[in-house]
């Protein structure tokens, strides 16, 4: 058997480091020692550790919805290099024999990088081929519990080849949400919003948000995040001194209040807060963390626009922020943090009361 004693995660282009040092700190904290390769502009970072059972013990204690900047992880064997263009099947394949009896299903990916794209097509191909020969040998089971496949190629000629438990890793293709939100949408912010919700609300607390419910936008203009919200049901206020586009206004689901987003606070309680705001990280989460403290708004959705550097550490002080005013009111909450795919220089956070 193949020893897969290294964790490949993928991640956005240009935060490897705030990936590769998020998985050490983890590592670290469960007794796990190891090193990180990760090259800038590359979609991806490897945790290389002594034995296949440390990376095992990471993936079976850390949830991976703990993890900021990977959008996948997989436990993988060494990298497959050389193979050659007309034959990579038989290389993948003897790799896969040795990883384990059955899988419940394949991916065949590639990182998320402009040059990296240009694989995806192949990706597709080969998938057809591997999924054929794991069908012959009757190693692929759909619904069986059993892990997932991986295969990323992070060149023409080399790929790592591992597995993923899906119950502990995204759902997605690569990792990333397949979001449609329409033409209609006021702006592409609107994809950040519709995304987060597909995150943060799985189907164990999808309740908390349903039509009916009542919703704040702060710093709404021009209105994508109000018109996702709209789109559901939600009765909206947009918060924005600057104008709402025609096609937020025309759900007759929000109501536009000229005002400052950071002095504004609803007459009554409202069930949700959302903010896209452009501001200092730490004062978006002073602001969140007052709203819930004081009970303006039950739960939250907010972006955290980061620095060019110590991203890290500047959402870990955000995290702190919050904490201590929440503990104040010995509240409890659970709060969730995501780079995800339609976020750039910025982090997504959902911030929920607990039931008492």
Sequence with gaps: MSSMNALLLYCRAGFEKECAGEIMAWATELGVHGYVRAAEQTGWVLFQAETQDEITLITSELPFTRLIFARQWVQVAALIQGMPEGDRLTAVKAAVSQLAPRYSEIRVETPDTDVAKTRLGFCGRFTRP??????????????????????????????YVGISDPANSAPWFMGIPRVRVGRDAPSRSAGKLAEALMVFLDGSNAHELKAGMRAVDLGASPGGWAWVLAQKGIRVTAVDNGPMAAAAMATEMVEHMRGDGFT??????????????????????????????????????????????????????????????????????TLQIKQLYHDREEVTLCLMRDKA
Aim: overall charge positive.
């Design 264 to 333: 504004y606070r609803p007459h009554h309680p409202v069930n949700w807060l959302v903010c896209d705001m452009v501001e200092s990280p730490s004062r978006i989460a002073q602001l969140v963390a007052e709203w819930i403290a004081r009970g303006h708004a039950r739960h939250a959705i907010f972006n955290l626009k980061l620095p060019m550097k110590k991203r890290l550490e500047e959402v870990r002080r955000c995290e702190e922020i919050i904490a201590k005013r929440l503990e104040r009111e010995d509240m409890s909450y």
């Design 130 to 159: 591997l999924t054929a020969a794991l069908e012959k040998t009757r190693q692929l089971v759909p619904g069986a519990s059993a892990p997932r496949l991986h295969v990323c190629f992070v060149a023409d000629d080399a790929a």
